[in-house]
């Protein structure tokens, strides 16, 4: 169609449709007399603009770009030219590196980089300059979903109150925890840690999963990773055999603490006598009895409490171990015997003496006690009765514990 010319070296018009094609075609002008004039090779025809359809991932499927790291998409649509043709992608203000463009034109490639959560419009632009925007697109940038990787203690009070750290990936400002059913509290974090208090939860030996759900609602989570256990309870306090037990202020006395749940995981459980600490710990695989030695400590009672590797203790179930001074002994008298008439120095070894003992000769106080230490003793024999017999030595404690030594002292006849 002739739009307009000037005299003889110029006209205009409007093209009609064409085929397009990398080959330029011939222009020709025919005169109303047919005659014609042209030039070869003088016009091309080019694509229409690129045309975006879909965004995916490269294997086809839908597709969000990561907050995080950088993201390969692939854009489906028509007509985006050739790689080699300058094809440019932008999203948003940036562009997506790396492109590549299908041999059918109908396909890209890129690799789209970091951004701040939300929604982008999406633009081609083909070798030739013509762009998509007839075909508005937009890809949406997510954060990274979370990952769970570990807690550590892995167990605690099934009352609560245990802090916990969390370790993953991908936590965001804002999270909230689970464990099991049950909220953990007081979340502090970076994007790879958080730190919270246990709620209550209900005791049982099936780990329970921990979750972390970020702000976003993307959650991540790892099964079977902490478990609510019961805290130890003391029943009894006994010797190995069951029955009632005292402990030596010397020291080494072994005893049983009868109860429940005492961990049996590991060498983590630990016994305090007072301030002291119980020695070699072992725990019967029932988790219903621990076996251990009591320290040396002064004559007194004393409260015990068990703690199990996850930091709980037995407090709620009060007990206590009593020490008392080991039971004197008697080993022998120097002399073995004396006149009945007179007052006889004699010399006691044993064990276990104490300041204060008292002393019998048969049924008769020795006098002028002397405490030399607490395995010997001198006192002065009192008068007795002449007799083949010898009588019991015996010492006795200020605490009433007596230690003797059966025939041991004989009086004799002037």
């Not at 979903?145 to 804002?174: C, D, E, K, L, M």
């Not at 099936?206 to 805290?231: F, I």
């Not at 006994?238 to 005292?246: C, F, I």
């Not at 749940?261 to 988790?287: E, N, Y």
């Amino acid at each position: 169609a002739l739009v307009g010319s000037s005299p003889a070296t110029s006209l205009t018009c409007t093209t009609p449709s064409g085929t397009a094609s990398a080959t330029a075609v011939e222009v020709s002008v025919t005169n109303s007399d047919l005659q014609k004039g042209s030039k070869a090779s003088a016009y091309t025809y080019i694509s229409p603009p690129p045309a975006i359809v879909s965004i995916t991932d490269l294997s086809g499927n839908p597709v969000t770009a990561s907050t995080a790291v950088a993201t390969n998409i692939q854009i489906n649509g028509t007509d985006f030219g050739t790689s080699g043709s300058g094809v440019r992608v932008w999203i948003g203000s940036r562009p997506c590196r790396s492109v590549s463009v299908a041999s059918s034109a109908t396909a890209l490639t890129c690799t789209a980089r970091v951004q701040a959560a939300g929604s982008y419009a999406v633009l081609v632009r083909n070798g030739n300059g013509q762009t998509s925007s007839a075909t508005p697109a937009t890809l949406i940038y997510v954060n990274p979903t979370p990952t769970v990787v570990s807690i550590s203690p892995t167990s605690g009070s099934n009352t609560g109150g245990t802090r916990v750290t969390i370790r993953g990936t991908g936590f965001r400002t804002g999270a909230t925890v689970l464990i099991g059913a049950s909220a953990c509290n007081s979340v502090s974090n970076s994007a790879t840690y958080l730190n919270c208090t246990t709620t209550s939860g209900t005791a049982s030996a099936t780990a329970v999963e921990v979750s972390v759900t970020n702000s976003d609602l993307q959650k991540g989570s790892k099964a079977s990773a902490y478990t609510y256990t019961p805290p130890p309870a003391i029943v009894s306090i006994t010797d190995l055999s069951g029955n009632p037990v005292t402990a030596s202020t010397a020291g080494a006395t072994n005893i049983q603490i009868n109860g429940t749940d005492f961990s049996t995981s590991g060498s983590g459980v630990r016994v305090w006598i007072g301030s002291r600490s119980c020695g070699s710990v072992s725990v019967a695989s029932s988790a219903t009895a621990l076996t251990c030695t009591a320290p040396a400590q002064a004559a007194g009672s004393y409260a015990v409490v068990v703690s199990n590797p996850d930091r709980q203790t037995s407090s709620a179930t009060p007990a206590t171990l009593i020490y008392v001074n080991p039971t004197p002994t008697v080993v022998s008298i120097s002399p073995t015997s004396g006149r009945n008439t007179r007052e006889t120095p004699v010399t006691i070894r044993g064990t276990g003496f104490r300041i204060g003992a008292t002393v019998l000769i048969g049924a008769r106080a020795c006098n002028y006690i002397k405490w030399v230490s607490a395995t010997y003793l001198t006192c002065t024999t009192p008068l007795g009765t002449a007799s083949a017999t010898a009588v019991e030595v015996s010492v006795t404690n200020s605490d009433l514990q007596k230690g003797s030594k059966a025939s041991a002292y004989t009086y004799t006849s002037p």
